[in-house]
């Protein structure tokens, strides 16, 4: 069925990303950055003109409407989800977006910051999309593609089924979450309010990316407890928390378990945040791999140098502490092949080739999964996240629209 889409998706885009919803990791309500509910509040009142009627805001900052059936066959409840924050890696104050129509394939130089220049060279992926229109922000500034492409893309394609009734679908949920940025994103999902069976994130960057696996996660907190005196009359006594920890960082493995030297199914450790003081030193790590297994071992292997380093201070003390954060979707997903293979057929549809692969990194749907939501990701057309580079190609958000439309049709065919 050839479909004739009135695409919203750039519009509303624009108006999203001028919104700032940054989170904030630090902070301790929920959700972390109360700004973030000014979007929310905005995605409501849009989804009620589109006419649907229980759209609404809930105290946690998180967004649920339904579009009802309008098939009489029983289908599967399918939800859509993507995240309202932006990262707090780089600014989202003020952000002012760019549409560079018919792109020519040369390198963007944005224009509040000319030292900010978008490089074919090191954007791949723009070789691909010139003649198309490419948003990005103005310099000083990340975008916010990652993730209101996604945001944009679900709402274009709410908007076409309540624009087009006869158009069989079973019932919809939407589902548009905050504080995914800081790893909270489905911490007050109420999975029994939101009544899908599967789901899908929009929350991916190439076109056609379908990605059914993520890395399974853990926090690790190490505290130095060290000994502290006057420095006047420290010798053979003194021995510095802020010290031990150069030390224990120095010591870790300089060509191979860190995010800048590998890449693919590799894993890593990552220290993210320290703290430090003559006394006492907090360092903060987060430790990434495909498997549960793989996680324990890299665990492991940090302990066992925080030990070797310790021999140096036998007067100090330490904790190592690991907290579950998420793990590998995959594991849920294989359970029902259906949802990722209709994802893959539904991107066929858009007359696309789809790309089935890994993310070194979690989504909404690695935590949904395990809620009893299994819920792989699919693409938005968001690039170069997290930073003044993040770009997006409107035709690829249209193409997101095109497949969650695409998926709700072939949920209701065959069912």
Known sequence: MTLNINHTVKDRFLKYVKI???????????????????????????LKEMGIEDAHLD???YVYATIPANTSKKVPVICFCSHMDTSPDSSGTNVKPIVHENF??????????????????????LKDKIGEDIITASGTTLLGADNKSGVAAIMDAAHFFMSNANIPHGKIRILFTPDEEIGRGA?????????????????????????????SADGVKIT????????????????????????????????????ETTEGKIGFVHPTSMTAKGEIAEINFIVRDFTDEKLEQHENELRT?????????PSSKTEFVVTEQYRNMKK???????????????????GITPIKRSIRGGTDGSRLSYMGLPCPNIFAGEHAFHSKHEWVSVQDMEKAAQTIINLCMIWEERS
Not at 20 to 46: F, H
């Open 224 to 259: 130095i407890h060290g000994v502290s005196a006057h420095p006047g009359f420290a010798k053979g006594k003194m021995e510095n928390a802020v010290k031990i920890a150069g030390d224990f960082i120095n010591a870790l493995p300089k060509d191979r378990l860190s995010p």
């Open 305 to 313: 140098i925080l030990e070797e380093v310790m021999k140096n201070y």
């Open 20 to 46: 700032d919803t940054q989170s904030d990791a630090s902070s301790e309500t929920i959700p972390s950055t109360m700004k973030q509910k000014d979007l929310g509040r905005l995605l409501v009142e849009e």
């Open 104 to 125: 020519n394939g040369q390198d963007i130089v944005l224009p509040d910051d000319n030292e900010q220049i978008i490089k074919i060279s090191e954007h791949p992926h």
């Open 187 to 215: 911490d007050k999902v109420d999975i029994e309010k939101l009544g899908a069976d599967f789901g899908y994130t929009i929350d991916g960057e190439q076109l056609g990316s379908i990605e059914d696996e993520t890395f």
């Open 332 to 350: 849920v997903l294989d359970k029902y092949p259906n949802v990722t293979k209709f994802a893959v057929e539904a991107i066929e549809r858009c």
């Open 59 to 61: 105290e946690w900052g």
